[in-house]
């Protein structure tokens, strides 16, 4: 068992738009000062019972699973009542996203490889070989997952102070005012539950309001414990909630700061300590955090589940001009805007250096590459659009590795219920950098083929000027078990720049480290192409768009 002391700000901003009847806890939020419809989860999510693997990983949570946690606490009656229970869920990334890949024979836009690092290299295999799902539906459930699971754990902080409030001889503020709990009611509010244990050192909240509208600010500051797939961990919290109603819409905004001291961001270190002896770059030996035994199933970033590093990518593209720094501090920010049957959603989640100020005083993410504290690997943003019941919708889900990584990897999916039957429909490719404003983030550019290869896209200054108007592309159907299976789909390209395999370099070939996938073409084959992807245009006229941003307030 693995255990790590972190310390963290975690802030939840809730803005309840809607003082009257709106669906989703409109009604419920108006009457408590908290909206428990501030939850989500992946489309690709099943119930959290569903756990496969050597390694335990499974699903996360469904939406309904959370609803219901937080509308358990909101609608409580007594101070017991305000406690919960929560286990960080492992979201290993599946096999068939990314594997690390052998080059073999000629490569024939450079020399000087004989393999290509993971993460880079797209939907690889048709299906998750350990879950059996589409590879599309795996890899983002993977990811939206893990941040889906940090704003579920700040809401509930959030909501079990406002239970706290409503059930004590405190009460919610009246407007102008702050409540503050003394000793006592820290005490008194403080619980274990099951593995759970929430010890609060201070806690306020005040009442405002704009425009007319209420606002409720839930600020929290203590020590939170929680289950893990590996054990027991404790994390130092600061949260704050924020809560408005209007009357038309819901809006949450889910925002924190996670310092985890004892990790090791490869940006973040000096990159002159000198070589060492695992050969990356100066990191140093073991225990660093970093690279010690490949620990399955990115083998960079310590034992999953550590509950903070993340699916690979792992920031691990150039090195950051930042000086050497101790531990990551994880931030994040979720908003959300809730109708009766429409949910808008916006996540954003970055490693920085530095243990504290990557939120600004609105608690956005900063996308700041500068100085010691600014932005240094595994930017990810999330533009949703959907219906918050079954999940039908637009998904814009964009990545980076690294600040210097200069383009991002992208998923655009499209679930639609027709006639009972769920079919999601995803394309993967490459995008712009996640600071580059000239276009929404999640929008595809192309499909690069040769990322990291000989002659590839890092060795070029627009790393974009190597991408092809192609996309990856599965059409997928989910059972009534929730598995999602492949229905059809264009994923297979060559390694080269081209994407396309010639008879003209007949004795190059590549496969996968665990081999038997989808797009290997090993020394055996006799194939002159093993192209097989979908034309950009394609994507363009589908209807597919990069849903809206969530405002807030």
Not at 364 to 369: E, G, K, N, P, Y
Not at 387 to 416: C, E, H, K
Request: aromatic share 8%; hydrophobic share 35%.
């Amino acid at each position: 068992m693995r255990t790590e002391i972190v310390r963290a700000m975690i802030v939840v901003l809730v803005c309840s738009c809607s003082a009257g009847s709106s669906g989703g806890g409109a009604a419920g939020g108006a009457k408590t000062g908290y909206s428990g419809a501030a939850a989500f989860s992946s489309p690709f999510s099943k119930p959290s019972t569903q756990a496969f693997g050597a390694n335990g990983r499974n699903y996360g949570q469904s939406y309904a699973e959370r609803k219901a946690q937080l509308d358990a606490i909101l609608s409580a009656t007594t101070v017991a009542g305000c406690g919960f229970s929560l286990t960080l869920p492992n979201m290993g990334p599946p096999d068939c996203y990314g594997p690390n890949i052998n080059l073999g024979g000629t490569h024939p836009d450079g020399s000087g490889q004989s393999s290509l690092p993971g993460g880079d290299t797209g939907l690889w295999n048709s299906t998750d070989g350990t879950g059996g799902d589409a590879c599309s539906a795996a890899e983002l459930n993977g990811l939206i997952e893990q941040y889906a699971s940090y704003a579920q754990l700040t809401n509930l902080v959030g909501a079990s102070l406002n239970c706290y409030e409503r059930n004590s001889d405190l009460g919610l503020p009246a407007a102008g005012s702050t409540t503050t709990l003394d000793s006592s009611h820290l005490t008194a509010w403080g619980f274990t539950k099951g593995t759970t244990t929430l010890s609060a050192t201070a806690a306020t909240v005040t009442a405002s309001s704009a425009n007319g509208n209420s606002i409720y600010t839930y600020n929290v500051t203590g020590t939170f414990t929680l289950a893990t797939m590996a054990g027991t961990e404790a994390y130092p919290v600061h949260t704050v909630v924020q809560y408005l109603s209007d009357g038309t819409i819901e809006k949450v905004v889910t925002a924190y700061e996670i310092y985890n001291a004892s990790a090791q961001a490869f940006n973040c270190r000096d990159m002159n300590i000198g070589p060492a002896p695992d050969g990356m770059m100066g990191m140093g030996p073991p225990p660093d955090g970093m690279m010690g035994p490949p620990h399955p199933p990115d083998g960079m970033m310590g034992p999953p589940p550590d509950g903070f590093l993340g699916p690979p990518p792992d920031g691990m593209g150039p090195p950051m001009p930042h000086a050497a720094e101790t531990g990551v501090l994880l931030a994040g920010r979720i908003t959300y805007n809730i109708a009766s049957d429409r949910m808008t959603l916006e996540l954003d989640h970055a490693e920085y250096c530095g243990s504290s100020g990557a939120l600004d005083s609105s608690y956005a993410v900063s996308r700041s590459t500068g100085g010691t504290h600014g932005w240094a690997g595994n930017f990810n943003h999330g533009q949703f659009s959907f219906d918050p019941m079954t999940l039908d919708g637009n998904y814009a889900y964009a990545w980076q590795a690294g600040a210097m990584d200069g383009a991002s990897r992208v998923f655009n999916v499209s679930i639609a219920t027709d006639h009972a039957v769920q079919t999601g429909t995803s394309y993967f490719g490459f995008g712009k950098s996640v600071d580059d404003t000239t276009a929404p983030i999640g929008t595809i550019q192309g499909m690069v083929c040769n990322w990291a290869g000989p002659g590839g896209a890092i060795q070029h200054q627009d790393h974009l000027s190597t991408a092809k108007p192609y996309v990856q592309s599965q059409t997928m159907t989910r059972g009534d078990a929730g598995q999602w299976t492949v229905a059809s789909e264009k994923i297979t390209y060559a390694v080269v720049n081209s994407c396309n395999y010639s008879s003209s370099f007949a004795a190059f070939n590549y496969s996968s480290q665990m081999g038997g996938m989808t797009n290997d073409r090993p020394a055996s084959s006799t194939s002159t192409s093993n192209f097989n992807l979908l034309p950009i245009a394609t994507l363009r006229s589908s209807g597919f768009t990069v849903p809206s941003e969530a405002s807030f307030p």
